[in-house]
């Protein structure tokens, strides 16, 4: 079964612009979940969509969104990019709750 | 309300010496209890997980943790280190609608 995909792996961006990262979960999984990992602040949740909808979310700003597709395929959008959010973006995904969750290889945002 | 406290930031060993990773947890829900390891510029992989069907749990690679309730512990360990054994480590606990809790991690250092 293939595992958890992400693309694209590396992105350099400006501040002011912003960006899509995509998410493919493994196959007949509905729960997907984005992580930002920074070294100052470590691994903080996102938000969690499950069928379609935003079932949870973490604290970070309204630039910060995300959609979930009918094949379960999920993407993260960041509007307006700051210097600061420079990071890996992980993703994760789990058969219904997110509890045991199986995670991507991660997109590394470069802010400039 | 959930937490994870791990208890050092970072631990080095000598290859073929035990492994010792310290986690302490506090949680008001279901004390599910997860072990992640992340080797540089990777996702996250599931060690082990904790469901109370059993206070001693096997993981992958050789890694095992203890539950102990009195203590309010969940710390990782493995007889023998390997070099491919240094990563860095999370302890996790779920919280509210099963949404991880992550503690800040412990690199595992493993020298010659």
């Known amino acids: 079964k293939a595992g958890v995909t992400q693309t694209p792996r590396y992105l350099i961006k400006t501040r002011g612009q912003q960006v899509t990262l995509s998410c493919s979960p493994i196959?007949?999984?509905?729960?997907v979940s984005w992580y930002q990992q920074t070294p100052g602040q470590g691994l903080q949740f996102l938000f969690e969509y499950f069928s379609e909808t935003q079932r949870n979310k973490g604290n970070f700003p309204g630039r910060f969104s995300g959609r979930q597709f009918s094949n379960s395929r999920s993407e993260m959008n960041v509007s307006t990019l700051e210097l600061g959010d420079s990071a890996l973006y992980l993703c994760?995904?789990?058969?219904?709750?997110?509890?045991?969750?199986?995670f991507g290889p991660g997109t590394r945002l470069t802010v400039l | 309300a959930q937490s994870v406290t791990q208890l050092d930031s970072h631990v080095s060993v000598s290859e073929g010496t035990p492994v010792l990773l310290r986690c302490n947890y506090s949680?008001?829900?279901?004390?599910?209890l997860f072990w992640y390891v992340q080797h540089p510029n990777k996702g996250l992989q599931l060690l082990l997980k904790?469901?109370?069907?059993?206070?001693l749990v096997k993981g992958i690679n050789g890694f095992e943790a203890e539950f102990k309730k009195s203590e309010t512990s969940f710390h990782l360990t493995k007889p023998s280190a390997h070099m491919s054994d240094a990563a860095e480590y999370f302890c996790?606990?779920?919280?509210?609608?099963?949404?991880?809790?992550f503690g800040r991690g412990t690199s595992l250092i493993v020298h010659p």
């Open positions: 196959s007949g999984h509905r729960s």
């Open positions: 996790v606990v779920p919280g509210g609608s099963y949404i991880p809790t």
């Open positions: 949680s008001s829900y279901s004390p599910s």
């Open positions: 994760a995904s789990s058969f219904s709750q997110p509890d045991t969750q199986y």
């Open positions: 904790y469901t109370s069907a059993a206070t």
